[in-house]
């Protein structure tokens, strides 16, 4: 699947060829406040961890992956949007029911980068017809991204423990029907 640019952004899935990006942007320990309490991940993560995980949802026909985001006027990379199925590490993933993520570097926070990207996204994906639910989580702290979440349509579920084989955290549940 292709994803078209945006107003602002383009669109790319990534790889092991997107190791640098990925270490660098999890450097920033207020980037990371929400997701590990602000640790910046290792080289050994990314290779070890991140960058196999990456490869065991990645499904380009369907639109899954980690989709690489960056300024259409400079080719400047700022983040991410990842798409896969929700609870897709466990016995039980939900492929019908896509989970959002989203990381970008902090000096483009707060200029809708991250709301734009999600949303374009995500109608390439109904397009698609590659769900029929949307959903993200996050920590009930992270306002920011829970902001995104009300932008993109999703409505409050329910607060619970996400399972995930790198650690369980209690999160907030946002989803969409389509």
């Given at each position: 699947?292709?994803?078209?640019?945006?107003?602002?952004?383009?669109?790319?899935?990534?790889?092991?060829?997107?190791?640098q990006?990925?270490?660098e942007?999890?450097?920033?320990?207020?980037?990371?406040?929400?997701?590990?309490?602000?640790?910046?991940?290792t080289?050994?993560?990314?290779?070890?961890?991140f960058?196999?995980?990456?490869?065991?949802?990645?499904?380009?026909?369907?639109?899954?992956?980690?989709?690489?985001?960056?300024i259409n006027?400079?080719?400047?990379?700022?983040?991410?949007?990842?798409?896969?199925?929700m609870?897709?590490?466990?016995?039980?993933?939900?492929?019908?029911?896509?989970?959002?993520?989203?990381?970008?570097?902090?000096?483009?926070?707060?200029k809708?980068?991250?709301?734009?990207?999600?949303?374009?996204?995500?109608?390439?994906?109904?397009?698609?017809?590659s769900?029929?639910?949307?959903?993200?989580?996050?920590?009930?702290?992270?306002?920011?991204?829970?902001?995104?979440?009300?932008?993109?349509?999703?409505?409050?579920?329910?607060?619970?423990?996400?399972?995930?084989?790198?650690?369980?955290?209690?999160?907030?549940?946002?989803?969409?029907n389509?």
């Amino acid at each position: 699947m292709k994803i078209f640019n945006s107003t602002r952004l383009s669109y790319q899935l990534m790889d092991a060829n997107d190791f640098q990006l990925l270490y660098e942007l999890d450097q920033d320990p207020e980037v990371m406040k929400y997701i590990n309490g602000g640790k910046p991940t290792t080289k050994e993560d990314i290779e070890e961890v991140f960058l196999p995980r990456i490869d065991a949802y990645t499904n380009s026909p369907k639109g899954w992956g980690l989709w690489k985001v960056t300024i259409n006027c400079s080719a400047e990379f700022i983040g991410w949007i990842l798409v896969r199925p929700m609870d897709f590490f466990s016995n039980q993933p939900q492929l019908e029911n896509l989970e959002l993520g989203w990381r970008f570097i902090k000096k483009s926070w707060a200029k809708g980068y991250a709301t734009e990207a999600a949303q374009h996204i995500m109608q390439a994906l109904i397009k698609n017809r590659s769900a029929t639910q949307f959903s993200a989580i996050a920590v009930s702290d992270n306002l920011a991204s829970i902001a995104i979440m009300k932008k993109l349509g999703m409505r409050f579920q329910k607060k619970d423990i996400h399972k995930d084989p790198l650690g369980d955290m209690l999160v907030e549940y946002y989803s969409l029907n389509v």
